[in-house]
């Protein structure tokens, strides 16, 4: 960041869930050409209101399309149509118990469908990719590997976790095709950690249906929507027994895809860690929404949840020193009070 970066053509998949929703706000803002697309699987129109009603007045420009990433033809006429010169890949199903459940329809969307969208952007010339990956393809990792780096074995104990490997695998033989051909190709594959927050200006932010993540359901409870914060498990070999998670907020992460997208040369495979390097415990997080909120939150325990490693957390060095990202959330209370307002300012999410 610093030096000035031309304005770039750039498709984001998944434009209308709530990360991809944020990456096109944030590129909008800093001067990009959006094209925003999204099937609405899951992804809500609302939010490609919210963000071309705010472009308006921002110095970027956002256009939307209903398509799917499947669709190999389509995209490559999106991709040439809006003359794109990067893709930013969000779609995705990213329910780990639904990917229990059903599996083959997480390895067709999600690794079907980015292999897809690398077909589409060979057959548009396309050459630079950006994926929304995951620590969960970390797995379970031992008590020795935490903080996670980058070079921690991956192992994913589902199905969610396999899909988004398998992308990562299947870019790195794609790179080397292209490198052995030639033909230029790069890409940089960004590992969350557990995302959280939304836009400060509450114009766009967190609308999952179900919710399933931890502090959008303290903040329903806090809101009259819930009952009560189900704990799942006070016994894990952690400081107050509950799990430890690393937060990084929706905005800091977009900021370090931009930052990785503008400095993105032919070639890179780059493989990055994104968190804050520390962690919370769920009793934390509780704690963190009731100051912010001025609510009670009832919570009460429950058996663990299949699949929760007690620890995860980033050693997120690589991102920082060779792309110079610094988050600018770091405290946990200023995160949470941007999901908060948010879910004041819009009690019933996006009206779709
Ligand atoms: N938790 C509760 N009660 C709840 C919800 C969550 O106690 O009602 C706990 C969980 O057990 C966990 C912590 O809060 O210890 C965080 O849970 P989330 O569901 O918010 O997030 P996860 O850490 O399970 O999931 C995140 C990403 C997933 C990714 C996973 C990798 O959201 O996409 O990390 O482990 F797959």
Same mark, same amino acid.
């Given at each position: 960041?610093?030096?000035?970066?031309?304005?770039?053509?750039?498709? @984001?998949?998944?434009?209308?869930?709530?990360?991809? !929703?944020? /990456?096109?706000?944030?590129?909008?803002?800093?001067?990009?050409?959006?094209?925003?697309?999204?099937?609405?699987?899951?992804?809500?129109?609302?939010?490609?209101?919210?963000?071309?009603?705010?472009?308006?007045?921002?110095?970027?420009?956002?256009? *939307?399309?209903?398509? !799917?990433?499947?669709?190999?033809?389509?995209?490559?006429?999106?991709?040439?149509?809006?003359?794109?010169?990067?893709?930013?890949?969000?779609?995705?199903?990213?329910?780990?118990?639904?990917?229990?459940?059903?599996?083959?329809?997480?390895?067709?969307?999600?690794? &079907?469908?980015?292999? !897809?969208?690398?077909?589409?952007?060979?057959?548009?010339?396309?050459?630079?990719?950006?994926?929304?990956?995951?620590?969960?393809?970390?797995?379970?990792?031992?008590?020795?590997?935490?903080?996670?780096?980058?070079?921690?074995?991956?192992?994913?104990?589902?199905?969610? &976790?396999?899909?988004?490997?398998?992308?990562?695998? @299947?870019?790195?033989?794609?790179?080397?095709?292209?490198?052995?051909?030639?033909?230029?190709?790069?890409?940089?594959?960004?590992?969350?950690?557990? @995302?959280?927050?939304?836009?400060?200006? +509450?114009?766009?932010? #967190?609308?999952?249906?179900?919710? +399933?993540?931890?502090?959008?359901?303290?903040?329903?409870?806090?809101?009259?929507?819930?009952?009560?914060?189900?704990?799942?498990?006070?016994?894990?070999?952690? #400081?107050?027994?509950?799990?430890?998670?690393?937060?990084?907020?929706?905005?800091?992460?977009?900021?370090?895809?931009?930052?990785?997208?503008?400095?993105?040369?032919?070639?890179?495979?780059?493989?990055?860690?994104?968190?804050?390097?520390?962690?919370?415990?769920?009793?934390? @997080?509780?704690?963190?929404?009731?100051?912010?909120?001025?609510?009670?939150?009832?919570?009460?325990? !429950?058996?663990?949840? /299949? &699949?929760?490693?007690?620890?995860?957390?980033?050693?997120? *060095?690589?991102?920082?020193?060779?792309?110079?990202?610094?988050?600018?959330? +770091?405290?946990?209370?200023?995160?949470? /009070?941007?999901?908060?307002?948010?879910?004041?300012?819009?009690?019933?999410?996006?009206?779709?």
């Amino acid at each position: 960041m610093g030096t000035p970066n031309p304005p770039q053509r750039i498709l @984001v998949t998944g434009g209308a869930g709530y990360i991809g !929703s944020h /990456a096109c706000l944030r590129l909008v803002e800093t001067g990009h050409s959006v094209v925003g697309l999204d099937d609405f699987s899951r992804g809500h129109p609302g939010a490609f209101r919210a963000i071309a009603a705010a472009a308006e007045e921002l110095p970027g420009s956002f256009t *939307s399309v209903e398509a !799917s990433i499947g669709d190999r033809r389509g995209c490559a006429e999106i991709l040439r149509e809006h003359d794109i010169d990067l893709v930013m890949h969000f779609a995705a199903l990213a329910y780990v118990g639904e990917s229990v459940e059903q599996p083959l329809r997480y390895y067709d969307n999600n690794t &079907g469908g980015a292999i !897809s969208l690398l077909e589409a952007m060979m057959d548009a010339g396309v050459e630079r990719f950006v994926f929304s990956s995951t620590c969960a393809t970390y797995g379970e990792p031992g008590a020795d590997r935490i903080p996670i780096a980058e070079d921690c074995p991956q192992a994913p104990i589902n199905p969610y &976790g396999n899909s988004k490997f398998m992308v990562e695998q @299947v870019l790195f033989d794609h790179a080397e095709a292209c490198r052995l051909a030639d033909k230029p190709f790069a890409f940089a594959a960004l590992r969350y950690f557990n @995302v959280a927050g939304s836009d400060p200006k +509450t114009r766009i932010g #967190e609308d999952h249906r179900p919710e +399933t993540h931890l502090i959008p359901i303290c903040l329903e409870v806090a809101a009259g929507r819930r009952e009560r914060l189900m704990i799942f498990g006070d016994d894990y070999d952690t #400081e107050d027994g509950t799990c430890i998670r690393d937060y990084v907020h929706v905005c800091d992460l977009i900021d370090a895809h931009i930052a990785v997208m503008n400095q993105l040369a032919p070639g890179d495979t780059h493989t990055l860690n994104v968190g804050l390097g520390h962690g919370w415990s769920v009793h934390q @997080v509780l704690e963190a929404c009731r100051a912010v909120t001025g609510k009670a939150i009832p919570e009460s325990i !429950s058996p663990r949840r /299949a &699949g929760d490693p007690p620890k995860l957390y980033a050693n997120s *060095s690589r991102i920082r020193d060779d792309f110079g990202w610094s988050p600018q959330f +770091t405290e946990l209370e200023a995160t949470v /009070a941007t999901a908060w307002a948010w879910m004041q300012a819009n009690p019933s999410g996006y009206a779709d």
